[in-house]
């Protein structure tokens, strides 16, 4: 892990000092709201989602020829110009298909379904 942030820093390390990295994920949720025309009106008749997840670092490291460390954040996320590094879907999520023809289906039925990321 050490070696593939601090290889992002792009400088020589002082390799007899100590280093140490933490790599953990963040993660936002998006939703696609499915409405139907209905008795002269639009109801919300389906909800379904995905996750992505996003990488962060922390990395403390010894510049060659210098005696303290330095600790840098790394954040790739959108505001840096990053896109997720994965994302979850729910089985909905890229079949306007299978989402348009279970929104009619839920609303056939006067019901309102919410089909998760983590259902896929």
């Known amino acids: 892990i050490v070696t ?3 290889g992002l820093i792009g400088i020589p390390l002082n390799s007899t000092a100590g280093m140490s990295s933490e ?11 499915v409405y139907v025309w209905s008795g002269g009106s639009w109801v919300l008749s ?5 996750r ?11 510049p060659q020829g210098a005696q303290a460390a330095i600790t840098k954040p790394s954040d ?3 505001a ?3 896109g997720p590094i994965y994302t979850n879907y729910s089985y909905l999520w890229n079949n306007s298909s299978l989402l348009d ?8 039925r006067g019901i309102y379904t919410y089909v998760p990321w983590y259902n896929s």
């Open 76 to 78: 790739w996320v959108p």
């Open 23 to 33: 790599i953990w994920n963040t993660y936002t949720y998006g939703y696609k709201n």
């Open 52 to 62: 992505q997840w996003y990488k962060h670092a922390l990395t403390s490291y010894v």
């Open 101 to 108: 023809q279970t929104a009619e289906s839920n609303d056939n």
């Open 4 to 6: 593939e942030v601090t």
């Open 46 to 50: 389906l909800t379904t989602g995905d």
């Open 80 to 82: 840096h110009g990053y």
